[in-house]
């Protein structure tokens, strides 16, 4: 064993500050513990401060190990040599990355920078120390001294992760919030969206209702005056000119001494033709046919009337549907649909010929009706637009009867181009 002191040669504020008398160190052989005697106070005042300490030799031993630092880590001197010791016992690890913390320690750039580092103590526990390096001079052989003073900062970053875990849980609650609150607004906005929708409808529906009440007045206003034209025009004047007569022939029969010589053959075609033209408006009106026959013997009826009266215009007319997949209210539609259809085809479209369809749809729920033409076809608005209140009636009272029937109605033309009626009725 030898003993030597620190060097006078230590920079003088240094020595002044920090050893005031000479410290005794024994220095072992290879291989023994270091044992350090230490003399000066301030060396003493070092040892026992209340944060870890350490001055390190350039040869890597450890020249003092504080109090601190064992209380702290649970190891003692004797298990603190070297450097490599403190790295390897205390699993050493610098926080940005690099292995050795020390490695470069005597380096100018190595000395003066801080570092932060964990060390894992005797029982386990993983400490994380801020590092602050400071040169001591050289010793009587040359050699140079660190001091690392350690602050010792786990609770200050387990604390730091843990509000930045707070803050981690926070702004994902509040980005689940927002979330969750834009996806409630979207659901008010559709909400009020689909509302203000049913609103608009509402009232559509009821300016509509309103619309309709007012053209079935009208019609049923035109329907009378119609009626009652026939039955003056043609009824009446059929009536009037059979009683003309018979008044004539009863003025004869008094002349005659009540013999009446002429027949009454003029008086009973009149009478036939009377009863002919009563069947008509009656039929119009409405066929008795559909009540004691059916939709389909009507329509069949209806065609051939509508050939004799109209033989420039061919009626293609095909029907995939049978009498009982027809519900009774329905009859009644499809015929007027179908009368007037064929009815504007014949006054406004100067067709040749009209395709007359009748089928199911959207899989059996649904009979679709399909009316064509060839003609001249018409500005469909236009048409519907018209001041005139029953301009267009025709068309309009088609559309209302498949609605009021929950069915819809499409009708398009074209200048030129033909006419093209669809409707679609639901039976179930």
Known sequence: MKTFFLPPACPTGVKDLLMPEPIHQTVPDEGDVIDFKIEAPYFQALYNAPVPVLITREDSRLLLINRAIQEATGFSVKNLATIRDWVERL?????????????????????????????????????????FNAPLGRMAEGQRLVITIASDVTEKINHQQHLENVMDQLEKE?????????????????????????????????????????????ALEADRRTVSKELHD?????????????????????????????????EIAYLLSTIKETKRISANLRPT?????????????????????????????????????????????????IQEGLSNAEKHSEAQSVRLRMEFADERRSISLLIEDDGRGFDVKKAI????????????????????????FRIESRMGEGTRIHAILPVK
Not at 114 to 126: C, I, L, N, Q
Not at 196 to 206: F, G, H, I, P, Y
Not at 305 to 329: C, H, K, L
Not at 391 to 396: H, Q, R
């Open 91 to 131: 699993q050493v690890k610098c926080t940005e990355g690099n292995e050795n913390p020390f490695a470069d320690l005597f380096e100018p750039e190595g000395t003066l920078r801080p570092s932060r580092v964990t060390v894992r103590t005797k029982s386990g526990e993983t400490l994380i120390w801020e590092l």
């Open 174 to 218: 509040v980005s689940r919030r927002t979330r969750d609150l834009n996806l409630t607004i979207e659901a008010l906005e559709k909400e009020i969206a689909e509302k203000n929708r049913m609103s608009d409808a509402l009232t559509l529906s009821r300016e509509r209702l309103t619309q309709m009440s007012r053209r079935t007045l009208h």
């Open 234 to 266: 043609s009824i009446g004047a059929s009536l009037a000119a059979i009683k003309f007569s018979l008044e004539e022939k009863e003025m004869k029969r008094d002349h005659n001494d009540g013999r009446l010589e002429d027949s009454l053959e003029q």
């Open 289 to 337: 046919t559909l009540d004691d026959l059916g939709l389909m013997a009507t329509i069949q009826w209806y065609l051939r009337q509508f050939q004799r009266m109209y033989g420039n215009i061919r009626v293609d007319y095909s029907a995939a549907i049978t009498e009982d997949d027809v519900p009774e209210p329905m009859k009644i539609i499809i015929y007027r649909i």
């Open 385 to 408: 637009s018209k001041t005139d209140p029953l301009s267009g009636y025709g068309l309009t009272a088609m559309r209302e009867r498949c609605e009021i029937f929950g069915g819809s």
